[in-house]
């Protein structure tokens, strides 16, 4: 079956550290790759998506990610960050046919120590 | 323009009785889903409707859930004799031919007492 893993339940980090948020998913083919984010209280905003093409995406807020092929992972990375990152991160993937509903990882919270 | 919204934002139920959930699409998508975030189950996908007609159910945990979606926009997600574990957050998500991104809204908060 279909699956995302997201190794890392809760991560902290200071302020204008780096950061790498892990994801693995299982799948028969390259699926469509997502990374959404979730404040406290609200829905989910999406960062970033992979479809085809130039494996390193480029997202909002700073963020981007790679898909690789060869690990099944898409990766979530930010050079530097601020405290306003602090939130809930999920990697998602869609199935390339039929209702390409969203299979979702676990989530990572991201705490930033100032 | 106009993102995803969800009514109401919090609704607070006693075990037993019935609930609806609306849900208002980004205008013109076609495509409209419901997901469930729970702590024990994080989050999971529940329907999916591509105009009126909902070709994917598979989600529902039970028959006690029903959703229907009418003139192609606006979906209403029913949970009948609600039970406590059903105390959840209910996202609504839409997408442009069920091929692209999906933006979601902000949810429902449901509590079950």
């Known amino acids: 079956a279909q699956s995302v893993t997201q190794p890392d339940i809760h991560i902290t980090v200071s302020e204008g550290a780096s950061l790498e948020l892990r994801c693995n998913y299982s799948y028969g083919a390259t699926p469509y790759l997502f990374w959404y984010v979730q404040s406290p209280g609200q829905g989910l905003q999406l960062l970033l998506k992979y479809f085809s093409g130039d494996t390193l995406v480029q997202g909002i807020k700073g963020f981007e990610a790679e898909f690789k092929r060869s690990q099944s992972s898409f990766n979530l990375r930010k050079p530097s960050v601020h405290w306003s990152d602090a939130a809930e991160y999920f990697c998602a993937v869609a199935f390339l046919q039929g209702a390409q509903k969203l299979v979702f990882g676990q989530g990572t919270r991201l705490t930033i120590n100032p | 323009g106009a993102g995803v919204s969800q009514s109401p934002s919090n609704k607070v139920t006693e075990k037993g009785k019935d609930v609806e959930l609306r849900c208002d699409p980004i205008s013109g998508h076609t495509a409209l889903y419901w997901y469930r975030q729970s702590l024990g189950q994080g989050l999971e996908f529940l329907i999916y409707f591509q105009g009126n007609s909902a070709p994917d159910k598979s989600g529902l945990p039970s028959d006690r859930f029903s959703a229907e979606r009418t003139g192609g926009s606006v979906s209403t997600l029913t949970i009948q004799r609600t039970q406590q574990e059903d105390s959840a957050v209910y996202l609504c998500?839409?997408?442009?031919?069920?091929?692209?991104?999906?933006?979601f809204g902000p949810g429902t908060r449901l509590l079950v007492l």
């Open positions: 998500a839409s997408s442009n031919s069920g091929q692209e991104t999906q933006y």
